[in-house]
C-alpha cells in the first residue's frame, strides 16, 4: 500500500525477552521517526532519523531500547530485556523533510 | 521540556452538537497540528496550522492557531458518528522535527 507499514500488528512476548519491530514507511519520505503510546495517553517521541544525518535518539526511556535505518528506508526499533512498563503501542510515522508526519497503525507490544 | 495541556479530555455529546477543544502550551510553536485516532490505528492528519492567527478548515472542521503561538482549537461544526474517536493535538518548535502531543480528547457521541 501508499501508506506507512508496521509489524507485527501485535507481539506478545515474556519479561526479559528481546523484541524487534519493523516499519516501512512512504516511499521518499526521507523523516523517520518512533512514538510509543500507553493505554490512554498520548504519543511519547522515542527517536527521529533525517536522511544520513545522525538520528536524534533523545526519547529513548533506557538504554536498552535502540533503533537503526537502513538505506534511508526501512527502519527497526529493538527493545532488549523486555519489561512489563514496556507494554505499550509503539507507532512509526514518516515524513517529506519539514511536513506532517503520517503515522502507521502501530504495533501492540504485550510483555507478560 | 514542553507540555501540551489538551481539554477537555473527555466529551460526551449528541450527534448533530458542535464540539470544540484546545490545547495550550508552555512555550512557543510554530506548527501546530491536529490528528484523530480511531481504535486500532495510528493517528490521522486532520489539520495543519502554520501560521500564527491562521485559521483553517477540512470540511466540518475548523481549527486555529493561536495568536501567541502557544495554543490552538479546534472545532467540529454538526456531529456526525463517524466523528467518534480520540482528537490530539500536536506541537512543533523552529528547527525542530519532532512533535509534542497532547493527552488527547476522547469524543463520544450518545445515541
Known amino acids: 500500500g501508499a501508506g506507512v507499514s508496521q509489524s507485527p500488528s501485535n507481539k506478545v512476548t515474556e519479561k526479559g525477552k528481546d523484541v524487534e519491530l519493523r516499519c516501512d514507511p512512504i516511499s521518499g519520505h526521507t523523516a523517520l521517526y518512533w512514538y510509543r503510546q500507553s493505554l490512554g495517553q498520548g504519543l511519547e517521541f522515542l527517536i527521529y532519523f533525517q536522511g544520513n544525518s545522525a538520528p536524534d535518539k533523545s526519547g529513548l526511556p533506557s538504554d536498552r531500547f535502540s533503533a537503526e535505518r537502513t538505506g534511508g528506508s526501512v527502519s527497526t526499533l529493538t527493545i532488549q530485556r523486555t519489561q512489563q512498563e514496556d507494554s505499550a503501542v509503539y507507532l512509526c510515522?514518516?515524513?517529506?523533510?519539514?511536513?506532517?508526519?503520517?503515522f502507521g497503525d502501530g504495533t501492540r507490544l504485550s510483555i507478560l | 521540556g514542553q507540555q501540551l495541556n489538551q481539554s477537555p479530555q473527555s466529551m460526551f455529546i449528541q450527534e448533530g452538537e458542535d464540539v470544540s477543544m484546545n490545547c495550550t502550551s508552555s512555550s512557543i510553536f510554530n506548527t501546530w497540528l491536529w490528528y484523530k485516532q480511531d481504535p486500532g490505528e495510528g493517528p490521522v492528519l486532520l489539520i495543519a496550522l502554520y501560521k500564527a492567527g491562521e485559521l483553517t478548515s477540512n470540511g466540518r472542521l475548523t481549527a486555529q492557531f493561536g495568536i501567541t503561538r502557544k495554543d490552538s482549537f479546534l472545532n467540529i461544526s454538526a456531529s456526525i458518528p463517524s466523528d467518534v474517536g480520540i482528537y490530539f493535538c500536536?506541537?512543533?518548535?523552529?528547527?525542530?522535527?519532532?512533535?509534542?502531543f497532547g493527552t488527547g480528547t476522547r469524543l463520544t457521541i450518545i445515541p
Open positions: 510515522a514518516s515524513s517529506p523533510t519539514g511536513e506532517p508526519q503520517h
Open positions: 500536536a506541537g512543533r518548535s523552529f528547527g525542530n522535527e519532532k512533535l509534542t
